[in-house]
């Protein structure tokens, strides 16, 4: 039995298509939906961009200033102690 | 147990340093070990901080704190899971830790939250973003976007799309099923698009906006329509 989709079902199961996952059950049945939906179509591709995008531009770089403060921080605590502890255990 | 460790541990060096050769030389008392794990690492501890905090000041203490406390419990970390995951639980850990909240149970927010799907715009958009805005600048629209989530639909952003950890291990880093770590990323995905959709659609030309009221309306309405723009 073939089953045909509605927008809110695909939507429901957009994450999984995009990242490859779901049945191929699943999977025919969403490009199926695809094939003669707009709207689908469209927030499928725009959300394929927008994940594109944020790898393009890379987010969230560490502040140099915050970098140094944490050598700072670290060099501190290495000093401090020698090796850790549970050495000999697991 | 020590020994079988070394043996395994110099087939690996000789693949390059990986975490687990670098977490061996520190808990020998190798000092630069650890400094190379922490600068490999940096940046990623410092984005999950920042996804479960919100903010650079307490993100920067968050990630100082997930590292000490990464570096007191070497000697406990039993490798069944990645280092990686690992150390992105303590990060998350610590980061709850600053706000002070207790994740022993599913917040009552994400019922409400995860009512409606948001994906109210559906125009396509402008083929190259970069043209429109330079790289800079859409960059601060993605962070904005980001930071504009919700904490719970951030994290798993975060460990998703911008960290690049598979759900598996994003799942075991926040500490919930993949299931939920799946739904609460496709709202996040949502709602990211819906951010940026209002910066990067193109507006729909007189001709599509007609066609568009015609679905709603009815196929012959349309096509008469049509031919009135068209004479």
Same mark, same amino acid.
Request: charged share 30%.
């Given at each position: 039995?073939?089953?045909?989709?509605?927008?809110? $079902?695909?939507?429901?199961?957009?994450?999984?298509?995009?990242?490859? &996952?779901? +049945?191929?059950?699943?999977?025919?049945?969403? @490009?199926?939906?695809?094939?003669?939906?707009?709207?689908?179509?469209?927030?499928? &591709? /725009?959300?394929?961009?927008?994940?594109?995008?944020?790898?393009?531009?890379?987010?969230?770089?560490?502040?140099?200033?915050?970098?140094?403060?944490?050598?700072?921080?670290?060099?501190?605590?290495? +000093?401090?102690?020698?090796?850790?502890?549970?050495?000999?255990?697991? | 147990?020590?020994?079988? %460790?070394?043996?395994?541990?110099?087939?690996?060096?000789?693949?390059?340093?990986?975490?687990?050769?670098?977490?061996?030389? @520190?808990?020998?008392?190798?000092?630069?070990?650890?400094?190379?794990?922490?600068?490999?690492?940096?940046?990623?501890?410092?984005?999950? +901080?920042?996804?479960?905090?919100?903010?650079?000041? &307490?993100?920067?203490? *968050?990630?100082?704190?997930?590292?000490?406390?990464?570096?007191?419990?070497?000697?406990?970390?039993?490798?069944?899971?990645?280092?990686? @995951?690992?150390? /992105?639980?303590? /990060?998350i850990n610590a980061a709850l830790e600053? %706000?002070?909240?207790?994740?022993?149970?599913?917040?009552?927010?994400?019922?409400?939250?995860?009512?409606?799907?948001? !994906?109210?715009?559906?125009?396509?958009?402008? *083929?190259?973003?970069?043209k429109l805005y330079g790289k800079q $600048?859409?960059?601060?629209?993605?962070?904005?976007?980001?930071?504009?989530?919700?904490?719970?639909? %951030?994290?798993?952003?975060?460990?998703?799309?911008?960290?690049?950890?598979?759900?598996?291990?994003? !799942?075991?880093?926040?500490?919930?099923?993949?299931? *939920?770590?799946?739904?609460?990323?496709?709202?996040?995905?949502?709602?990211?698009?819906?951010?940026?959709?209002? *910066?990067?659609?193109?507006?729909?030309?007189?001709?599509?906006?007609?066609?568009?009221?015609?679905?709603?309306?009815?196929? /012959?309405?349309?096509?008469?329509?049509? %031919?009135?723009?068209?004479?």
């Open positions: 039995m073939k089953k045909t989709l509605l927008c809110n $079902e695909v939507l429901e199961n957009l994450s999984c298509y995009v990242d490859g &996952d779901g +049945s191929a059950e699943l999977r025919q049945a969403i @490009t199926q939906h695809m094939a003669r939906c707009r709207r689908c179509r469209v927030i499928l &591709d /725009t959300t394929q961009r927008t994940l594109k995008l944020v790898a393009d531009v890379d987010p969230f770089e560490v502040p140099l200033a915050v970098s140094a403060r944490l050598y700072t921080r670290i060099e501190r605590v290495l +000093s401090e102690d020698f090796p850790t502890e549970g050495l000999t255990g697991a | 147990m020590v020994g079988m %460790r070394n043996e395994e541990n110099l087939a690996r060096v000789g693949a390059g340093e990986d975490d687990l050769a670098l977490v061996d030389r @520190t808990v020998c008392g190798d000092r630069g070990a650890f400094e190379s794990l922490v600068r490999r690492h940096e940046r990623r501890v410092y984005r999950v +901080s920042l996804a479960v905090l919100g903010n650079a000041e &307490d993100a920067e203490e *968050a990630m100082q704190d997930a590292f000490v406390k990464a570096y007191r419990h070497l000697g406990q970390f039993r490798r069944e899971s990645k280092f990686t @995951t690992w150390l /992105t639980r303590i /990060t600053k %706000r002070s909240l207790r994740r022993d149970s599913v917040p009552l927010d994400e019922a409400q939250l995860a009512a409606e799907l948001p !994906a109210q715009r559906t125009e396509n958009w402008h *083929a190259d973003p970069e $600048e859409l960059r601060g629209r993605v962070e904005e976007a980001i930071r504009a989530l919700p904490e719970i639909y %951030r994290e798993a952003f975060v460990l998703r799309d911008v960290e690049e950890m598979s759900a598996e291990e994003a !799942a075991e880093s926040v500490g919930i099923t993949v299931g *939920a770590l799946k739904s609460r990323l496709l709202r996040a995905r949502l709602m990211v698009r819906e951010t940026l959709a209002a *910066a990067l659609e193109v507006p729909p030309t007189l001709s599509r906006r007609i066609l568009h009221t015609a679905e709603g309306v009815g196929i /012959t309405v349309a096509a008469r329509l049509m %031919r009135t723009v068209r004479k």
